[in-house]
């Protein structure tokens, strides 16, 4: 069937200004590029399909379907099937000017029975070589395309494979800079943790030596308990410090180390830790557990820091 030129004079600049107009958003794209399309065409059925990876359908769209005969029907999947596939072998037009008498139907149907003369046309999506997908259109009568029409709907066909390129396109840049962003406010995020609990160490240290330089002369067993202390915080700061350096486990998605950690040995080693403020605020901390040799997979250093600001 062929349309009349007038009918179809200018449809394809309104179809690339649509596009436009849909701001790369894919789905938009599908439906304003098969709803334009099927206008000119007429057909009783109309489908569009996006492929991803391992040429699996990713998104789909499709017109003038209300009683879903092709696609929840037998022989209207296995048509849309067997086209799809045929567009994936060929990169090129596939056009069945009569459904029910087209030998090359026959094979690619598998000889499901036609009860219409329906003839079909399907267009690969491509962009510069890559393909995307398919588009399909089913009319309800015999030699439904013409060949000015089918040029026509190459060019369409053209004309939304790179609108929905570019749309992909965008989104995998918008992910890329959102991943980016938020990497950056992790290292924020990070810093200012470590910038905070570098203090508490610090503290520690500069309280341990104070006390060691007042009980050096008179008790050995507290100095050496202060030494151990100020030697534990010491440490403590220098991983710290190694975690604000090492972006790279941060970036590679590998900032937590797990590891088994025995929270009896962690608790002791936060209350020796923060028993320097306690003395200074003249309090006392202890350690009571329910349950001994109690081991959980966690990230010692960061469990640590949490148990110390507590």
């Keep these: 069937m062929s349309l009349p030129t007038n009918a179809r004079q200018g449809w394809l600049q309104h179809l690339a200004i649509q596009l436009h107009h849909q701001h790369l958003h894919s789905a938009s794209i ?3 590029a098969l709803d334009i399309m099927n206008e ?7 489908y ?6 391992n040429n699996e359908i990713e998104d789909a769209y499709s017109l003038g ?22 567009i994936q072998e060929q990169y090129a037009p596939v056009v069945l000017n009569n459904l029910q008498t087209e030998p090359e139907l026959n094979q690619l149907m598998l000889n499901v029975h036609i009860r219409q003369p329906y003839s079909a046309l399907a267009l690969p999506l491509m962009c510069v070589d890559v393909f995307m997908g398919a588009i399909v259109f ?5 030699e439904g395309f013409d060949d000015a029409l089918i040029a026509e709907l190459v060019e369409a066909a053209s004309f939304t494979s790179c609108a929905l390129a570019n749309a992909r396109e965008h989104q995998r840049t918008m992910e890329i800079m959102s991943q980016q962003i938020e990497q950056e406010r992790l290292r924020r995020d990070l810093s200012a943790m470590i910038y905070h609990d570098l203090r508490g160490p610090l503290h520690n240290i500069a309280g341990s030596l104070s006390r060691l330089d007042r009980f050096m002369q008179n008790d050995k067993s507290t100095a050496s308990s202060l030494i151990r ?9 220098m991983r710290m410090i190694k975690s604000l350096l090492d972006i790279e486990r941060l970036e590679s998605s590998s900032f937590v180390d797990l590891q088994p950690v025995t929270i009896e040995q962690l608790l002791q080693e936060a209350v020796d830790m923060v028993d320097t403020l ?33």
């Design 229 to 237: 202390i100020a030697a534990s915080s010491a440490q403590q700061m």
């Design 48 to 53: 569009l399909a996006v492929f991803g990876a």
């Design 65 to 86: 379907d209300k009683y879903g005969v092709f696609t929840r029907g037998r022989w209207g999947q296995t048509l849309l099937q067997r086209l799809t596939q045929k």
């Design 30 to 32: 599908m439906e304003t």
């Design 278 to 310: 306690a003395y200074e605020s003249e309090q006392a901390i202890s350690l009571e557990l329910d349950e001994q040799d109690l081991i959980i997979e966690a990230d010692r250093d960061m469990l640590l820091r949490v148990v110390i600001n507590l």
């Design 138 to 142: 089913i009319h309800a009568e015999p």
């Design 40 to 46: 000119v065409v007429s057909a009783q059925f109309a």
